[in-house]
T-cell receptor, first 109, second 114 residues
Framework: GENVEQHPSTLSVQEGDSAVIKCTYS??????FPWYKQELGKGPQLIID?????GEKKDQRIAVTLNKTAKHFSLHITETQPEDSAVYFC????????FGKGTMLLVSP | KAGVTQTPRYLIKTRGQQVTLSCSPI?????VSWYQQTPGQGLQFLFE???????NKGNFPGRFSGRQFSNSRSEMNVSTLELGDSALYLC?????????????FGPGTRLTVL
């Protein structure tokens, strides 16, 4: 089955800096790669996703890139704000949605 | 549209008991998936239902079961609870069951087994 590795497990940045979270996947048949943000006491919330026929997608301060050949995809957050502090999960959809272990992002004012 | 709702939000049970969790998907969504979230293992897939049929099942023991009703609402049941079953149980709904359909999560049910 699909295996998703996510790095780093924790990431601390200063407000205004950029943050990058990277994921690799194993199943070459996977074609859908969502990113979720989970705040304390809440369920994961979709923030952006990308499909295998696209290399990059942007939504305001958030962007995702996908390299199908290398089987990796990344989340980029620019101009980070304290409210960006949360746990971020990447996922890949082979036969089922498989999640990475998560990255705790801490943005200090 | 209302989001995915899960009830109850919190549960405390003792070892050996059983528990039933409920999930109401977003209106119009026909697929419901369940996940177990723990600090050590992250988000792990339990099972997926579409049109009252289990389409996929994760690597969990038979004590974990589920079902889906004709209105797409779903329940999951855990029998003979163990301490290791303490976790956040998340339900997610999507329009169809095709790979690549966006899944929307509920707030989860926090289960504590004593």
């Amino acid at each position: 089955g699909e295996n998703v590795e996510q790095h780093p497990s924790t990431l601390s940045v200063q407000e205004g800096d950029s943050a990058v979270i990277k994921c690799t996947y194993s199943d070459s048949a996977s074609n859908y790669f969502p990113w979720y943000k989970q705040e304390l006491g809440k369920g994961p919330q979709l923030i952006i996703d990308i499909r295998s026929n696209v290399g990059e997608k942007k939504d305001q301060r958030i962007a995702v890139t996908l390299n199908k050949t290398a089987k990796h995809f990344s989340l980029h957050i620019t101009e980070t704000q304290p409210e960006d502090s949360a746990v971020y999960f990447c996922a890949a959809n082979g036969s089922t949605l498989t999640f990475g272990k998560g990255t705790m992002l801490l943005v200090s004012p | 549209k209302a989001g995915v709702t899960q009830t109850p939000r919190y549960l405390i049970k003792t070892r050996g008991q059983q528990v039933t969790l409920s999930c109401s998907p977003i209106s119009g969504h026909r697929s419901v998936s369940w996940y177990q979230q723990t600090p050590g293992q992250g988000l792990q897939f339990l099972f997926e239902y579409f049109s009252e049929t289990q389409r996929n099942k994760g690597n969990f023991p038979g004590r974990f079961s589920g079902r889906q009703f004709s209105n797409s609402r779903s329940e999951m049941n855990v029998s003979t609870l163990e301490l290791g079953d303490s976790a956040l149980y998340l339900c997610a709904s999507s329009l169809e069951d095709r790979g690549g359909d966006t899944q929307y999560f509920g707030p989860g049910t926090r289960l504590t087994v004593l």
